[in-house]
C-alpha cells in the first residue's frame, strides 16, 4: 500500500533533510549533504584540499591530446602561440544538426554579464555547412558580430577542425574569453580549444561569483557535487563551459543587430580524424537536457521490456523526455543516451520522476537541480526520498500505470 509523503513544505524541521538544491555561497569551499556518500565519492575531511584557483592547464579536463597529437603532421594552428587579448568573449554556438541548440542561450547570458561587468564586447561564432539563416538567428542577442564559418568541410562534426576554427577565430578577435555549453559537444570541443590557445580551462561553471584580483571567479561542482570550488583561471584566454540548466537563456535584447562576418575555413590536416558515420537518435520525444518534464527509470524495472512498458506512458502521458540510472543502461535496459547523472546528462527540467531508482549520489549529481522531484521506490529508506519533493512509497508496476491513469485523468 503507497502513500504520498511530502518531504518539503510544511513539515517539522526535524522531519526535513538537509536542503541539497541551493548551494551556500559565502564559503570558497563547500560539502553538499548528499543522502548516500558511496565508495567512490571522496569523504570531504579525507579527500585532498580543493585549490581555490584551478591550475590552468595541468588538469586532466584541459588536455586531452587525443587529437591534438596525431601521427600525421600537426596542424599549424595546434602549436600554441601566445593571443593577444582585449578583454573580449568568444560564444561558441552548437548548430549541429542544422537548428541552434538552445542551450547556446545559456553561453550567450553568461557571455552578456561578463560583458556587461567588464565593459567589452562579445561575439558568437558557428560553423558548419549550409547554416542557411543561422547567423539572422544568433542575431539581436547583443553580440558585437556572429562570426558564420560555413562550409562543406564542417559539414560534420570532428573535433580536431572545429578546434582549429573556434581557436583561429578567437586569435584573431583577441579575446580573453571562449565560452561554450557543457554539452556532448562543448565536452568534446572546448578542452580541445583551450590547449590550442595555451588556456586555462573551468568546467561546468554553474555560477558566476565576483571578481578577485581584476579575475572572474566562477563556482563548479566538483566530486559528483560533493563538494562547489570556487576558482579563476590564471591565464590570459580562460576557456569556459557552463551549464545550461544553471543559467537562463538570453532573451533578445532592444539594441541595434549584431553585425554577420563571414569566416574563411582553416585548413586542418584531412588524415587526423575522418568522419565515417553519426547514428544520431531518432525520437519524437524532447531532447533529454532540454525537457519540461523528465521521467526516469533505474535498475528496479528489472528489464528493457519492463523499463519501455513502465516509462513510455509515464511519458506518454506527460510529453516528457525519457531518462535512466546508469544501472538501467548498464543492464542494457535503454541506449546510454538516456543516462543522467554524473558520467551522463545533467537535467533540471521543471518536473522529474524517478521511477525504481535508488537515488546513488552520481544518479543525483545529474537531476536534483529539478524544480520539482517525484520518487516512486518500493523501499521507503531508499535514497532518492531524502531529495524528493513528494515521494511514493510503492511497487512500481503497479503505481506506475495508476500514475498514468491519474495523470490522463487530470490532463483531460
Ligand atoms: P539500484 O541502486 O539497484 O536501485 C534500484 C532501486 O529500485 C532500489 O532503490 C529499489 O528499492 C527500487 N526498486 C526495485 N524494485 C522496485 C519496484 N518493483 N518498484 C519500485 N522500486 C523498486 N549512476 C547514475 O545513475 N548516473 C551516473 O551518471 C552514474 N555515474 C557513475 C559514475 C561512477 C564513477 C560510479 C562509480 C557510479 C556511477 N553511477 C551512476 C552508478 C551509481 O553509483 C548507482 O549504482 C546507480 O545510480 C544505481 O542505479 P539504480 O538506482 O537504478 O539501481
Known amino acids: 500500500m503507497g502513500f504520498w509523503k511530502k518531504i518539503f513544505g510544511g513539515g517539522s524541521d526535524a522531519e526535513q533533510p538537509e536542503e541539497v538544491k541551493a ?30 584557483k584551478e591550475a590552468p592547464v595541468a588538469t586532466e579536463e584541459s588536455a586531452p591530446v587525443a587529437d591534438a597529437a596525431p601521427a600525421a603532421p600537426a596542424p599549424a594552428a595546434a602549436s600554441v602561440e601566445a593571443v593577444d587579448t582585449n578583454g573580449s568573449i568568444l560564444v561558441v554556438a552548437e548548430c549541429s544538426g542544422g537548428g541552434l541548440n538552445p542551450g547556446t542561450l545559456s553561453a550567450v547570458s553568461v557571455a552578456r554579464k561578463l560583458a556587461e561587468t567588464d565593459g567589452t564586447a562579445f561575439h558568437v561564432v558557428a560553423i558548419g555547412s549550409g547554416l542557411g539563416d543561422a547567423g539572422a538567428e544568433l542575431t539581436g542577442y547583443g553580440a558585437a558580430t556572429v ?7 564542417y559539414a560534420n562534426y570532428l573535433a580536431a577542425p572545429y578546434a582549429a576554427v573556434v581557436s583561429q577565430v578567437a586569435r584573431e578577435l ?37 571578481k ?21 583561471a590564471t591565464t590570459d584566454v580562460t576557456v569556459l563551459s557552463v551549464r545550461g540548466t544553471d543559467f537562463d537563456k538570453a532573451a533578445k535584447t532592444d539594441g541595434s543587430a549584431s553585425e554577420t562576418v563571414t569566416v574563411a575555413g582553416v585548413q586542418t590536416p584531412g588524415d587526423a580524424q575522418q568522419f565515417v ?50 544501472a538501467a543502461v548498464d543492464a542494457g535496459f535503454c ?40 520518487a516512486i ?25 495508476e500514475f498514468v491513469e491519474k495523470v490522463k485523468a487530470a490532463r483531460s
Open 212 to 232: 578577485e584580483n581584476g579575475k572572474h571567479v566562477f563556482r563548479r561542482p566538483m566530486w559528483a557535487g560533493n563538494v562547489l570550488a570556487d576558482v579563476q
Open 147 to 153: 562570426q558564420v564559418v560555413d562550409n562543406a568541410d
Open 277 to 326: 558515420n553519426f547514428a544520431k537518435t531518432e525520437s519524437e520525444r524532447p531532447e533529454l537536457t532540454e525537457a519540461s518534464i523528465v521521467v526516469a527509470g533505474g535498475r528496479g524495472l528489472k528489464d528493457g521490456e519492463n523499463f519501455f512498458s513502465i516509462m513510455e506512458p509515464l511519458a506518454d502521458s506527460m510529453e516528457a523526455a525519457i531518462g535512466a540510472s546508469r
Open 23 to 52: 548551494p551556500p555561497v559565502e564559503a570558497k569551499e563547500e560539502q553538499v549533504e548528499t543522502p548516500a556518500v558511496e565508495a567512490e565519492a571522496p569523504a570531504v575531511e579525507s579527500a585532498p584540499a580543493v585549490e581555490a
Open 377 to 401: 521506490n518500493k523501499d521507503e529508506e531508499a535514497p532518492i526520498f531524502q531529495i524528493a519533493d513528494y515521494g511514493l512509497v510503492a511497487d512500481a508496476f503497479k503505481a506506475s500505470p
Open 174 to 210: 583577441g579575446t580573453s574569453f571562449v565560452i561554450g555549453v557543457a554539452s556532448t559537444f562543448g565536452k568534446d570541443l572546448l578542452p580541445r580549444v583551450a590547449v590550442r590557445l595555451g588556456a586555462g580551462m573551468i568546467s561546468e561553471a554553474i555560477a558566476v561569483c565576483d
Open 335 to 374: 541506449p546510454n543516451d538516456f543516462q543522467v547523472g554524473q558520467t551522463g546528462k545533467v537535467v533540471a527540467p521543471d518536473l522529474y520522476v524517478a521511477v525504481a531508482i535508488s537515488g546513488a549520489i552520481q544518479h543525483l549529481a545529474g537531476m536534483k537541480n529539478s524544480k520539482t522531484i517525484v
